[in-house]
């Protein structure tokens, strides 16, 4: 039996983590009788490692609970792992495009400041630069 410390040091995580994982339900302790120290087992590491695996892999804490309860009820969790991770590659891949967008747009706006002079501020400007970029429709 390990104590919270203990567990955190053998998982390579704090004992905040350890704490919030039992406070969201990830990881579920006993509790010793003489003192009200929560304990945890062997089987304990191994799922905080699965629970720190599984997010290097972009998975939720959420998401994480869900594809524990499967594991739990003796359902395989593999294909709502594949459905996850193949929303998330197509989530990610459009948050990339548009920030490849972005990132032309200001290269761009900066490509154009370059020969334009600095201005002041006046009571219909606040910095003309910026003001005179041209904004895509669907962005303003």
């Given at each position: 039996?390990?104590?919270?410390?203990?567990?955190?040091t053998?998982?390579?995580?704090?004992?905040?983590?350890?704490?919030?994982?039992?406070?969201?339900?990830?990881?579920?302790?006993r509790?010793?009788?003489?003192?009200?120290?929560?304990?945890?087992?062997?089987?304990?590491?191994?799922?905080?490692?699965?629970?720190?695996?599984?997010?290097?892999?972009?998975?939720?804490?959420?998401?994480?609970?869900?594809?524990?309860?499967?594991?739990?009820?003796?359902?395989?969790?593999?294909?709502?792992?594949?459905?996850?991770?193949?929303?998330?590659?197509?989530?990610?891949r459009?948050?990339?495009?548009?920030?490849?967008?972005?990132?032309?747009?200001?290269?761009?706006?900066?490509?154009?400041?370059?020969?334009?002079?600095?201005?002041?501020?006046?009571?219909?400007?606040?910095?003309?630069?910026?003001?005179?970029?041209?904004?895509?429709?669907?962005?303003r």
């Amino acid at each position: 039996m390990f104590t919270v410390s203990e567990l955190a040091t053998r998982a390579s995580v704090t004992p905040d983590t350890v704490r919030h994982y039992v406070q969201i339900g990830l990881l579920q302790p006993r509790r010793n009788p003489d003192n009200g120290y929560k304990l945890f087992e062997t089987a304990d590491i191994h799922r905080l490692l699965f629970v720190r695996q599984a997010k290097s892999l972009g998975f939720t804490l959420n998401e994480i609970r869900e594809i524990l309860g499967h594991a739990q009820q003796g359902e395989s969790p593999c294909p709502r792992v594949r459905e996850i991770i193949h929303r998330r590659i197509t989530e990610n891949r459009r948050h990339l495009d548009e920030l490849m967008t972005l990132q032309q747009r200001m290269e761009s706006a900066l490509v154009s400041w370059e020969a334009m002079p600095d201005g002041m501020p006046s009571g219909e400007s606040v910095c003309h630069l910026i003001e005179e970029v041209m904004v895509p429709a669907r962005s303003r």
